[in-house]
Nanobody, 122 residues
Framework: QVQLVESRGGLVQAGDSLRLSCAAS????????MGWFRQAPGKEREFVAA????????YYSDSVKGRFTISRENAKNMVYLQMNSLKPEDTAVYYC???????????????WGQGTQVTVSS
């Protein structure tokens, strides 16, 4: 069992940076791949980024590639999403998730955080 809690998001301006954190409980955290997803108003939840259990492999959606960076610290049971050059279209509720594989589909993840709001003003 893994419980995930995202840090508070916030309201930022276009071009700003913001780092989200996700704290995981449980001694088995390091066995899980981690992912970040987001859901904008009126849209389906979409994949943002994923990282393998070791941190050696990372994956990004085309919309955030080059601007966002996912990382993890297994010793601290933490995963991060560094978001740079934020755009208004990045406005969404962001969720972290844990699963056996670093995939891009929701069904590949077993555990989810409650989500945190990120709003980017123009």
């Amino acid at each position: 069992q893994v419980q995930l809690v995202e840090s508070r998001g916030g309201l930022v301006q276009a071009g700003d940076s913001l780092r989200l954190s996700c704290a995981a409980s449980g001694r088995t955290f390091r066995r899980y791949a981690m992912g970040w997803f987001r859901q904008a108003p009126g849209k389906e939840r979409e994949f943002v980024a994923a990282i393998s259990w070791s941190g050696s492999s990372t994956y990004y959606s085309d919309s955030v590639k080059g601007r966002f960076t996912i990382s993890r610290e297994n010793a601290k049971n933490m995963v991060y999403l560094q978001m740079n050059s934020l755009k208004p279209e990045d406005t969404a509720v962001y969720y972290c998730a844990a699963g056996p594989l670093a995939g891009s589909r929701e069904g590949e993840y077993d555990y989810w955080g409650q989500g945190t709001q990120v709003t980017v003003s123009s």
